[in-house]
């Protein structure tokens, strides 16, 4: 690996960095080249937020700061995107966070322990920013995605983005700990 591809910012580097890892596979390489993460992250962000972290986070807003935010982006790094299911305003961060577009290694290990195939019928429960539906529309079709978010205004600028990226998958406003038997039987469960 290249100095470069460790410090460059945007989809190549962090893709770079993804692979050599071994959380990227080059079977994911196609989805993760046509869904930018960009597309499903909100103007206002607060990286690598997560149960362990106390300390103070500081907020990248888009509009103000977009190399910053464009450099979040695309680290390797979870982006807290909610607080306090949604009841939270303001660029500090709120008790608790609750929506999130998440790690890339995480992201990609998981599908990749999914094991899905062209054609595969998945079951995604928890749509948060849709990145990971339009990941998984992009590997099996759209057609073959149903995905199920309970916080009605996630799941509504979820949609948006996933309509703005041409994805389309079913995309319920619901509880997801049933599954949804409208497009059942599913092949995988993620």
Not at 78 to 92: C, F, I, R
Not at 163 to 170: L, M
Request: hydrophobic share 35%; charged share 20%.
């Amino acid at each position: 690996m290249t100095e470069r591809a460790t410090t460059e910012a945007g989809p190549q580097g962090l893709a770079s960095r993804l692979m050599d890892s071994g959380a990227l596979t080059s079977d994911w390489l196609p989805a993760y080249q046509a869904v930018l993460r960009e597309s499903f992250v909100p103007d206002v962000i607060w990286p690598g937020v997560g149960p362990a972290d106390g300390g103070p986070v500081a907020t990248i807003d888009r509009r103000t700061d977009p190399e910053g935010w464009f450099r979040a982006v695309y680290w390797d790094t979870s982006l807290t995107t909610q607080w306090d299911d949604g009841n939270h305003t303001g660029p500090d961060r709120g008790a608790i966070p609750t929506c999130s577009n998440s790690q890339p290694t995480m992201v990609f290990s998981m599908l990749a322990a999914l094991d899905v195939q062209p054609g595969s019928k998945v079951l995604e429960v928890g749509t948060g920013t849709g990145w990971n539906a339009a990941l998984l529309s992009e590997r099996v079709g759209s057609e073959n995605v149903t995905t199920i978010e309970f916080d009605p205004e996630n799941a509504s600028t979820a949609r948006a983005r996933l309509d703005a990226t041409g994805y389309n998958p079913v995309a319920i406003v619901g509880d997801g700990s049933q599954g949804w038997p409208g497009c059942a039987p599913y092949d995988h469960r993620v």
